[in-house]
């Protein structure tokens, strides 16, 4: 069974920057791609960004790029999100979560890291 655990969340002022990361433990863990959501209060979970395991590829929601990047390191089973130039509007729960392979469900979730920005 695939655990993530999120940590790197906390509360920062507009224009600072938060480093979010998830570590991934289970038996031959060997995703397709890792990627973060987010939840603000009263709205539905929305895609961030996204990243495949073997070869680098990312996507991003169009809000985000060019102030969040999304990077891995295989050899600690670790999905990370810097996030800079951040806004109140990316007040959020942060979840990361996996997918097994090209176009299935993202499959495992972890509990999510509260990320505040005051104004």
């Known amino acids: 069974q695939v655990q993530l655990v999120e940590s790197g969340g906390g509360l920062v002022q507009a224009g600072g920057s938060l480093r979010l990361s998830c570590a991934a433990s289970?038996?031959?863990?060997?995703?397709?791609?890792m990627g973060w959501f987010r939840q603000a209060p009263g709205k539905e979970r929305e895609f961030v960004a996204s990243i495949t395991w073997n070869d680098d590829n990312t996507d991003y929601t169009d809000s985000v790029k060019g102030r969040f990047t999304i990077s891995r390191d295989n050899a600690k089973n670790t999905v990370y999100l810097q996030m800079n130039s951040l806004k109140p509007e990316d007040t959020a729960v942060y979840y990361c979560?996996?997918?097994?392979?090209?176009?299935?469900?993202?499959?495992?979730w972890g509990q999510g890291t509260q990320v505040t920005v005051a104004s």
């Open positions: 979560t996996n997918q097994i392979g090209y176009g299935t469900r993202w499959s495992h």
């Open positions: 289970g038996h031959t863990f060997s995703p397709y791609a």
